[in-house]
């Protein structure tokens, strides 16, 4: 296998997507068709992230418990919209052993139905509100056709939040705070800009009054929804029955919410921030932050590199960089130099024996392929000050970018010719009918991806019916 | 629901330990027979706990990742003892949606097999070893009989290393190792003394070579298997092909291990430390370390007191103590007290007006009651000196009891009566034949917990046979 990546990320796409994530060691295609194996390159990712919400989740009285996987067919069925929605893909199981089960049981495709079932046992009194829980773990959907890493695929890790309040007005407050720390996490951490918005009718999560949705644009085109945070009304608590004893002495239903982002982010940031060359992880996320490569020729020099290098190594890391001293000698430095530029650390440090005798090093930075001379004296806050540029380069880029593909148009004809030939994002009135939605996904396959969260004031008239505009939205082909 | 424990611990454990788990919110029953929802209480533990071995490993080399939850039919027949070992407790996954599926999938009992096929791409030289991996997941066993919360479940939480080394030395060493990480753990973080050394032919793990143990006693004089770190040998480095180009130019088969600790270390920890009074942990994994209960009977002392009550709260955070502040109006202090010592919280600071106007705060302990009266400038200092105590004393405690439990005997007669009586170790000689081994659980119950690491001298004969014996071994009913 060659190791490098053979083909263009402008040429081919899919191809590079695909070298990427297998030479980067990202990840391995499973036995079973649709499931992927997180390699630890893609699953350190995955703990940066989780530390990062993680964090914000309990600084904001978030707890954390675990649910179990599996949910009997009755719970599901309990919420007949959230039922059908799910049951195409549901991974059931039978039989243990030898035994088939009197109840087949789900794998878990979103817990909200097992949630419940615990919350009308936990809930009595408003004492006990509001119930704040989130849930790391895997859920399951049988993806049948385009699978793809990181995407789509039959099983996914994620993390999900349920919380139940006495009042609609607290519970809306969580799904828009909520969204705003996943803005924080997507825009901030990864780099990776969004349009926030509600999902229509169509595209909601089935079972939810309303969806908010986080909405980013990959190069080919299509979009990819980032993350949700659903305003559940009193969907469940009515048919789970979660009541509790208000200060009024009368038993009212809760009001719920759930949210989830997942490990198809880390997609987005191979997708978004990729070259030719690999992998480009932003700073704030990546394992490694920094990877420090020692240069000798001579045996001589040997022992002087290495010494230098490890106190680096550790002075780096004692300034909290998080550092890799490639000290392998079964390799050259170019063979270096290319393994962690296709896994996309963003600054390596190059030292040799005259960079010690002149006190200096030499800093790459992946996403723009500049060299810093640096003197050793400085390195910590030259590496934080470069880390720091490199976030915002891949932020400013990513966003230019996003901004490039946002077309508004009033024709119907240039809105197909759009969507076929560049893709991205297309802006334009709709009527609000869903007749008129599905006849445009129809047309053309793309849906409506976000109606803005700040109202965005009315050009023309529907896009297809020509009716009056209730709202403009956002529409595109997704993932 | 009376809110207190309504049977003593020594009178009527199995109802105690219900209680305490159900009362101090530890866990909830699902609706499936023998799956439980680990509620924030226990979950927080297990951050805990999750935290303290993944810095260990990550510091030894050791990266996480993330297998697939299914795992097809045919991967686990290839190892035939593994198979038959594990196949009677499979949950069987048969179809996605209405389609039924060509191959069954088992939802993973444990994940050697889909880890090895994953290693039999990824190892190709000698360059790629050793691999070092670690999964934290949940497994999937259907207990029918004998289910009871965290020790017994259908499901659980654990972590999973698997290894693969050049050499049988080297993966003998992490074998080794990796059982100090877990006697460290367990004895240092969770204040449980376990017994070290190897399991019999009978009990090891299936699949593998040998495996090495660590058993803690219960209250109730049932051992409990704490965690296992086996020596697969190439066992599956055959079936699954992992093989590695040496530096000689030839093919070798991998040298692989594999180990686990899982959520049943909560359940010891809760049988082994808890009183009459609930919960009592170990402040190194005590979510809560010390809980400030604000005292005030006259309004006019609440801001004063709720105040310095956060600024001591504040003050005891920034020294690293995990603090909670209970200022909750609706409840009384003695109702707050009686809850925090079900919850187990080590300490318990009360402050009042009289507290303040002498400078002075009292501090209870959970594990002896003592009361210590302390300056509030020296407040930080004191609760580390009292915490540190408590998680001594904890140990210590439950070491005596350990020891207690020891009953070493030449008589078949009084073995059988030792564990009819008062359940416990059995310290016997052994002549190494699985017929005595098999013949003494039938008549008793009983299993060779561990044969001890450091073997011990050999006193008398076999304690069935009456043959020559070959080891000095440690005999209980366990979980």
Known sequence: ????????????????????????????????????????????????????????????GHKNAYFPALIPESYLRKEAEHFSGFVPEVFWVTHTGDSELGERLAMRPTSETIVCDSYSRWIK???????????????????????????????????????????????????????????????????????LGTKTEAEKFVGANYTLTMEAMMPDGKALQMGTSHFLGQNFSKPFEIKYLGKDEKDHYVWQTSWGVTTRMIGAVIMVHGDDRGLVLPPRIAPIQTVIVPIFYKNEDRDKVLGKAKELAELLRENGISTHLDDRTEYTPGWKFNEWEMKGVPTRIEIGPRDIASGKVVISRRDTGQKHEVMIANLPQEIMKILESVQANLYAKAKQQLERTIKTTESYEEFKQILENVGGFVRASWCGRPECEAKIKQDTGATIRTVPLKREEIFGNCILCGKDARDVVYFARAY
Chains 1, 2 share one sequence.
Not at 8 to 35: H, N, P, R
Not at 36 to 55: G, Q, T
Not at 140 to 169: C, M, V, Y
Request: with cysteine; hydrophobic share 40%.
């Open 1 to 60: 296998m060659e190791r490098g990546i053979t083909v263009k990320k402008s040429e081919d796409f899919s191809e590079w997507f695909t070298q990427v994530i297998t030479k980067a060691g990202l990840c391995d295609y499973a036995g079973m068709k649709g499931f992927i194996v997180f390699m630890p390159s893609s699953y350190e990712i995955w703990e940066n992230i989780k530390r990062f919400l993680d964090d914000k989740l309990k600084a904001t």
């Open 125 to 195: 009194s408003w004492r006990d509100l509001p119930v704040l829980i989130n849930l790391w773990n895997s859920v399951f959907r049988a993806e049948i056709t385009a699978t793809k890493p990181f995407l789509r695929t039959s099983e996914f890790l994620w993390q999900e939040g349920h919380t139940a309040h006495a009042t609609a007005e607290e519970a809306e407050k969580e799904v828009r705070d909520i969204l705003e720390t996943y803005r924080q996490l997507i825009e901030e951490q990864l780099a990776v800009p969004v349009l």
